[in-house]
């Protein structure tokens, strides 16, 4: 691969080169008469027959033939002018025959052709909600996955980059979370067509420490060009997904990949370069605060009466007498593990074609290292796109894209194993390197007490250098697809699509003494040993659709019908290993070196889907419109009694501008109110859930194992999916001559049969039973508004902004049998002696954070006499008072009340453009507003003992301080002043720039010299500033991924990079 | 035309080959149906196995009794669940009860399911025959041994005997204690008769090579069930029944007791299965995912000075000389004799401060992946209570086999002589509790000596007033199952 990427760098240097001889090389001519051809091509790439070309300073015309090619004598430097009624005309410099000319159509935003399910449609015909994302608003910000390029751009779309990591997967949610289940709330994703399963991002492998490593695998969409994608379309209400039937509860995003043009190739090289850093730090308490800290919590505790019953030692009220040389320096680790780290993104793409056959072949090389020590993502892509034509009536196409993707990442998230969090938690006095440039380690057990470490030392550089986690991911997907007329308006399209993935995932935990000889239940617990997990994976998919659409307008009747049948099967195979025990830290592979505790598991699983849809759009007159779908889906993963599901929807539209009482009001151009309403599904829920199955059940006689199964799961025949009934009202406008346009819309989902446990008696074998009972009900508004603010020749200024409400609320998550609600906990959070702070309550959204009301801290001995206390705990002066909700004299669970929720009240995104002669500057915000977040890793660095976390820990309660933060303590008294509670809950709103882009497009007079068709230079940044009032890293925030439940709570995960950046776009 | 006619050919070709891929076959999945499973004699082997879990499961967790009773003690501070069950106010909601209650039913219904269908099996041969008996027999002994931890924790209980597979039939009315107890004893009866004595089983007409053949240490046998057995008699007041069924394990002649006191544990150099064993809950390495003891966290003395999870300090013998523990009465370590060797074995104490005692039978420093086995029964334990029926019927040699427990070289204590009455009870009761501390045994002890509520009172931690040991009913459950009554007190 070195080798590879040297080569692309030296293709972009020897471009530069070329650029710089041609200015060099410029020189006038005499002016001649000749003769230019050439090809004018629509903005799909088709041919345009008809269209005027004419010198535009002289009387020369000529027009397009059917296959758009034109011919016309000239002199050389002749302005040439094209003309097509609804086409922009264009001019430019008579240039190198065959000349390639683009003619873009006039553009009112809803003249625009939008991608729907199976087909595009134009835009002022659609009735079904739609948002679409542009190929330059992708490409603006540096990413890694394309679906951080619908951060902030569209309405309904929630996009949270909540993972920094280099590939790191962002959650998607559009309108809202419509499922409790962890990882099904992701959009369908469909590509050129595809429609894409969930690969490999959930694993199965059984238990026993045997968990994969999820998080690694990243965005379903990484393998992914994102300069390959001319759009993405956010289709979200019923009209526009049912199309897609079980599969569209969440919505879907379509994307669409480029394609060539007729005419001679062009290349097009695009590349950036950038350099990433943190993007806030957070100001830590040194060395020698670190220590007074703890050595106070440790006093405390002792004179209270008891550390968990630990004993204390006299050296560790003070770690440097443990070290018989205390040379140390201080040491803020976010400088150590955090660095400056490059970015860069190189594409080349070929494109063009005869009126036969058209291609697309691109290549890109993208390299990303992360922010944090030793994290890296790299993607090597290619792209063949074709387009042919047989005759007249036989059409044919392939996309094909093979990526390569590999990388390295960190544990994050997880209080023990979690590198990045350490930036937050680690002594300031530990230190990185030994004199002699070996890692500095935990080498000073105290004497006689072999298992004692008197603080957390850990190294985390160490840690981040020799422990990693590895992934390699190829993916190819094919897609051939062939259109045939059979009469005029009716056609049939058959495809056939495979997408092959495979990823080997591996984590190997190094051999070196990595920290306290804590004694913890895992797979981490091996100290000085190798531990090596390996993971296979791979999916082949394939589908196969046949459509049949026809398409005839009559007098003022327009009728678009589509028929389909599609097949899908998707196979998953994995292997999973671990194994520890290896001493050598070269040997990392599983086998023979590393065989203690040796452990495989295989699982193979498929998903199968078998549909039929129907599609019919009616207008009559562009003014009265109307859409009906249903698709019928078979699914391998219903039981017989469920296996198929019909999916309506129906909406309807009126252009309220065409009437005729409409006409004299002369600012409006358009406007249109449209309705849907439907019910899509989610058939995402696991399969065989409906048949009663054995599990593994193993024992030992002796010390042998041997192996056993029994019942591991209750049947239910009656298993269905998820439901989900989409409501749309809108209104959409463009006026002042299409200078300001925009949306107004109006959603409410409600999912019903959401797949919940149903508590049933133990009786059972089981304590629950998985049926399809909850609701939830997303409701909100969507507004965009998007306009030309100011025009003249030389500086024009655009903008847009975007703005979405979601009201996320649970309607009905079953009762138990004595009536009683039934509640959803989130994970339990190790920083709070694992008790779980989100809850999922009728009522309320999903997740809401949920603690004891703080009332402060005792100032004095007096006011804790005959307060109520939880668990015999004697509160003293300085520790946290909380309320007594319920009056029972004890603080218990049921003191607890809701404190907020990680749903936002709106976010939205805000985009600027200004052009200035040939600069473009543009402007790229996005907002979040109302949303809280559970700050629970700074209750971790409250437990003082580290003697770490940020200087707000040293605003502690004193006797007579009256500071409202409780007294340093270590052990129980800690636990419980730092219960669940508002203290931790922070807003979470936030307002950042997402990006800032100055552009430079050389002008054509001088393109034309050197014979370039099209050169940008630019420099951007991106996420430079946030504006927030919260105090960890960063408000984007949510450590447990998209398990929905847990939702909103930062463990200090991998933060959100600032980048600055430069590149180029050339073509010629 | 022919276009049409290829179409036509491509989407009939689609719709054929499509229905299989929408109905998949579990089997290439790696499950497999319980239908499926239980019709031959691999799912009549690896169904027994199935069963065995239970028994871990319950075992990894029954030292909680030793916590409400007068020889367990918990760490001051920290969780509240753990510290009502030290100070016998335990919450109808607690989660460890909860726990108590769902893993012995998950095993009732593991063993349902499997008597319920493996005699319906056929086409065994006569050594696939004789081992299905067996099986049954080990089946049978588990369901007793999840009853019999059950109706005495609780008292009344539902008593489920069929696999239930409708789920409208689980709302289920508690049973009482005496036809619990019945069903207790006819399967014990039944599998006494089904059991071997020893493995492999000398039924077998042929040996059978490797696990098939029975030989692992672990697996119920005749003296398991007899043992089990004679425990229900006694506890039921059957003394005279009580006496047979004990006496028929010291006669087999199969086990005996350990030379030395500590071979019974591994935590203190002993060995799993020791000669003594009569049966243990088998615990294992990482390499048996789910099969490791959590003994290591819940015991360990708490000396590691981390502001992470460690040691636990749960369930320590209570020694009323440790500061914290002043207020206790009556405390284990200060029932030993100091001449007595088993008090080394039993306690020992962490080095910090403040000190504190460590279950030293069974702390191993191993965090969540302990390996050593728990023993239910050992032979001491049939000699002690086969001492206790003979001294309630006056029979004279209840006092021998006391002194085969007490005086012996393992002990390093001398013999008993010349007591009887309530003082020869006495002494049985007290050697029960030196004998098998920290193995829970001393609440159940408690329980059917009816003495819970003065002894605990003495203790100073008294049992919840009016609830005379039982536990309550957990709550979840109740809610749930609607004809679930409470326990009084609660």
């Known amino acids: 691969m070195p080798n590879f990427k040297k080569k692309i760098l030296k293709g972009i240097f020897t471009s530069f080169f070329v650029i710089v001889l041609l200015f060099l090389n410029m020189k006038s001519s005499n002016a001649q008469v000749k003769t230019y051809t050439g090809t004018v091509v629509d903005e799909t790439g088709i041919p345009m027959s008809g269209v005027t070309v ?5 009387k020369m015309q000529t027009v397009t033939n059917k296959m758009g090619q034109f011919s016309i004598q000239t002199l050389e430097k002749t302005i040439l002018l094209f003309s097509f009624t609804g086409y922009n005309a264009l001019e430019t410099l008579a240039g190198i025959s065959p000349m390639s000319i683009d003619l873009k159509p006039i553009v009112s935003s809803l003249d625009d052709v939008v991608v729907v399910g199976y087909g595009t449609q134009k835009k002022r015909n659609t009735t079904g909600s739609i948002a679409t994302v542009k190929s330059d608003q992708i490409r603006q910000v ?104 079980s599969r569209a509860a969440n919505g879907v995003v379509v994307i669409t990949t480029k394609t060539g043009k007729v005419g001679k190739t062009k290349i097009r090289l695009d590349y950036y370069y950038g350099v990433q850093s943190i993007r806030k730090k957070l100001d830590m308490v040194n060395a020698t605060e670190g220590m007074l800290i703890r050595r106070d919590a440790l006093l405390n505790t002792v004179s209270d009466g008891g550390f968990y019953g630990r004993p204390l030692l006299t050296q560790a009220f003070n770690p440097f007498t443990m070290n018989s040389s205390p040379e140390y320096k201080n040491i803020d680790w976010q400088n150590e593990l955090f660095r400056a780290a490059p970015i860069q993104d190189a594409n080349i793409s070929l494109s063009g074609g005869t009126d036969k056959l058209r291609y697309l072949i691109s290549t890109n090389f993208f390299k990303q290292d992360g922010i944090f020590r030793n994290t890296d993502f790299q993607r090597i892509s290619t792209r063949v796109n074709l387009d042919g034509i047989i005759s007249s009536k036989l059409k044919y196409g392939l996309r094909f894209n093979y990526s390569n993707q590999t990388g390295n990442n960190v544990e994050d998230a997880n209080p023990f194993q979690g590198n990045v969090a350490l930036a937050l938690q680690t002594e300031a006095w530990n230190q990185v390197f030994n004199a002699d440039g070996t890692y500095w380690g935990p080498t000073n057990p105290v004497p006689g007490n072999g298992n004692l470490t008197l603080w957390n030392n850990r190294n985390p550089v160490a840690e981040a250098d020799l422990n990693i986690r590895p992934t390699i ?45 804590l004694i913890i239940s895992g797979p981490d617990i091996p100290n000085n040993t190798t531990k090596v997990f390996s993971y296979l994976g791979n999916t082949s998919n394939w589908i196969s659709e046949h459509t049949l ?32 025990g290896g001493i050598s830290p070269s040997l990392t592979l599983l086998g023979a070196n590393i065989a203690q505790n040796l452990l495989t598991s295989e699982s193979y699983g498929e998903i199968g889907l078998v549909s039929q849809f129907i599609r019919a759009n009616y207008n009559f007159k562009g003014k009265y419109l109307f859409s009906g779908t249903v698709r019928r889906d078979g699914s391998s993963n219903f039981g017989p009694d469920n296996k198929y599901g019909s999916f309506p929807a129906a909406s309807i539209g009126w252009r309220l501008s065409d009437e005729r009482f409409m006409k004299n009001v002369k600012f409006i151009q358009d406007i249109k109110i449209r309705a849907s309403h439907g019910i899509v599904g989610n058939q995402n829920i696991g399969s065989f859930a409906f048949l009663p199955r054995m599990g593994a059940s193993n024992y030992s006689f002796g010390n042998t194992i041997v192996n ?63 049926t399809n009972f909850g609701s939830i009900e997303n409701k909100g508004w969507e507004f965009s508004l998007n306009g030309e603010i100011f025009k003249s020749n030389t500086f024009s200024w655009n903008a847009s902004i975007n703005l979405t409400t979601v009201q996320n609320t649970v309607l009905d998550l079953g009762t138990t049998a004595s009536g009683g609600v039934q509640e959803f906990f989130g994970n339990a959070l190790f920083q709070h002696g694992n008790i779980p702070v989100n809850i999922t309550r009728a009522g309320l959204p999903i997740g809401s954070f949920l603690g004891w009301r703080s009332l402060g801290v005792f100032q004095s001995q007096a006011e804790t006499v005959g307060y109520p206390t939880r668990g015999g705990i004697l509160a003293m002066p300085g520790d946290a008072k909380f309320a007594d909700l319920d009056k029972n004299g004890v603080i218990d669970d049921r003191d607890r009340e809701i404190m907020g929720s990680p749903f936002p009240n709106f976010f939205g995104g805000i985009t600027n453009d200004f052009r200035f002669k040939d600069f473009s500057l543009n402007i790229f915000a996005n907002f979040v507003m109302g949303n809280e977040v559970y700050n629970a890793g700074r209750a971790q660095t409250e437990q003082f003992l580290n003697g770490s976390g940020t200087i707000q820990n040293l605003n502690f309660w004193t006797p007579g301080s009256n500071i409202n933060n409780p007294r340093l303590t270590a052990g129980a008294q800690s636990a419980y002043n730092r219960l669940p509670s508002q203290r931790f809950v922070e807003d979470g709103s936030f307002l950042r720039i997402r990006n800032i882009t100055l552009a430079y497009q050389v002008p054509q007079k001088y393109l034309s010299k050197i014979k370039f068709e099209s050169m940008r230079f630019f420099v951007s940044g991106s996420n430079l500033f946030t504006f927030t009032k919260y105090q960890g890293w960063d408000p984007e925030v949510s450590s447990n991924g998209a398990d929905v439940l847990s939702g909103g709570i930062d463990l200090i995960g991998y933060p959100v990079a600032k980048t600055f950046q430069f590149g180029f776009n050339i073509g010629f | 035309m022919k276009k049409y006619i290829l179409a036509v050919f491509i989407a009939g070709f689609s719709i054929a080959s499509c229905n299989k891929i929408i109905e998949p076959k579990l089997g290439d999945t790696g499950q497999i149906g319980s239908d499926e499973f239980y019709s031959n004699y691999n799912g009549i082997v690896q169904g027994n196995i199935g069963i065995y879990p239970s028994v871990r499961n319950t075992y990894n967790g029954m030292w909680f009794t030793d916590l409400l009773s007068d020889d367990g ?68 002994f588990i369901r007793a041994l999840h009853y019999f931890n059950l109706v005495r924790l609780f008292g009344d209980i539902p008593l489920i005997t069929n696999e239930l597979t409708n789920l409208n039939q689980l709302s289920i009315a508690r049973t009482s204690k005496a036809e619990v107890y019945m069903q207790i004893e006819k399967d014990l009866l039944k599998a006494i008769d089904l059991l071997p004595e020893v493995l492999p089983n000398p039924k077998l007409v042929a040996p059978i090579v490797g696990n098939l053949g029975g030989t692992e240490q672990g697996r119920a046998l005749r003296g398991s069930a007899r043992t089990l057995l004679g425990h229900l008699y006694l506890t039921t007041g059957d003394f005279a029944k009580a006496e047979a069924a004990l006496q028929q394990v010291v006669n087999s002649g199969v086990y005996t007791l350990n030379a030395n006191y500590s071979q019974a544990f591994q935590a203190i150099g002993g060995i799993k299965n020791s000669g003594e064993s009569i049966f243990e809950a088998q615990f294992n390495t990482t390499a048996l995912p789910g099969a490791q003891n959590s003994f290591g966290s819940q ?87 086969l001492a206790e029926a003979q001294q309630a019927q006056g029979n004279a040699a209840a006092l021998t086999n006391l002194n085969v427990v007490r005086s012996n070289p393992r002990t390093g204590l001398s013999a008993l002589v010349g007591i009887s009455g309530n003082a020869l009870r006495d002494a049985i009761r007290l050697e029960r509790r030196l004998e098998l501390a920290m193995e829970a045994k001393r609440w159940f002890d408690l329980l059917r000596w009816n003495t819970v509520t003065e002894v605990m009172q003495a203790h100073a931690r008294p049992v919840k007033a009016g609830s005379n040991g039982l536990l309550p009913i957990p709550q979840a459950e109740r809610e749930k199952n609607p004809l679930l009554t409470q326990n009084a007190g609660y």
């Open chain 1, 54 to 58: 004419k010198e535009k300073n002289g």
């Open chain 1, 142 to 245: 540096p990413i890694t996955s394309p679906e951080q390029a619908l951060q902030g751009r569209s309405t309904g779309v929630m996009v949270m980059q909540s993972n920094g990591a280099p590939g790191g997967a962002s959650q998607v949610q559009v309108r809202g979370v419509n499922s409790t289940n962890a990882g099904r709330n992701d959009p369908l994703y469909v590509i050129d067509g595809i429609p894409l399963f969930d690969v490999l991002n959930t694993n199965t492998a059984s238990g026993g420490g045997a968990s994969t490593p999820s998080a690694n695998t990243g965005s379903p969409l990484a393998t992914l060009n994102s300069n390959d994608i001319e759009s993405m379309e956010v289709l979200k209400d019923a009209s526009a997904t049912a199309i897609y039937g």
């Open chain 1, 473 to 517: 991911r190829n993916r190819t997907n094919a897609n051939l697809f062939a259109e045939y007329e059979i009469i005029k308006g009716l056609k049939f399209k058959s495809s056939f699509g495979v997408d092959f993935n495979s990823i080997n995932n591996r984590r190997v935990q190094a051999a070196f003494a990595r920290g306290p000889y």
């Open chain 1, 549 to 580: 659409q026809y398409n005839k307008s009559f007098s003022n009747h327009n009728i678009d019908v589509l028929l389909g049948f599609s097949a899908q099967q998707n196979v998953t195979r994995t292997l999973f290993g671990l194994g520890d």
């Open chain 1, 708 to 770: 056993g199964f029994a019942p591991n799961a209750l049947a239910n025949r009656g298993l269905r999916w998820e439901e989900n009934h989409k409501t749309d009202l809108a209104i959409e406008f463009s006026l002042f001559n299409g200078k300001l346009n925009g949306t107004v819309e109006y959603y409410r989902n409600r999912s019903k049969g959401l797949l919940v446990p149903i508590q049933v008696s133990n009786f059972s074998g089981f304590s629950s039973i998985t």
């Open chain 2, 73 to 140: 003690e918990s760490s001051t501070g920290g969780d509240q669940a753990w510290a009502d069950v030290e100070i016998n106010n335990v919450d109808p909601r607690s989660g460890i009860i909860e726990g108590v209650w769902a893993t012995a039913y998950n095993g009732i219904y593991r063993t349902n399911t499997f008597l319920g269908r493996v005699p319906a099996i056929s086409g065994l041969n006569i050594n696939q025959n004789i081992m299905r008996d067996q099986f049954i027999g080990e089946a049978l």
């Open chain 2, 299 to 385: 015991f360990g003395p708490g000396d590691i000075l981390i502001g992470g999870v460690a040691n636990l300090a749960r369930n320590r013998p209570t020694d009323n000389t440790l500061l914290e523990s002043i207020d206790l009465k009556n405390t284990l370590v200060q029932s030993f004799q100091n001449a007595d060797n088993r008090k080394a074995f039993t306690v020992s104490y962490n080095t910090g401060s403040p000190i504190r005692t460590i279950n030293r039978k069974y702390y191993t420093p191993t965090g969540s992946q302990g390996t050593n086995n728990w023993v239910v029964y050992r032979y001491a334990d049939v000699l002690l209570m």
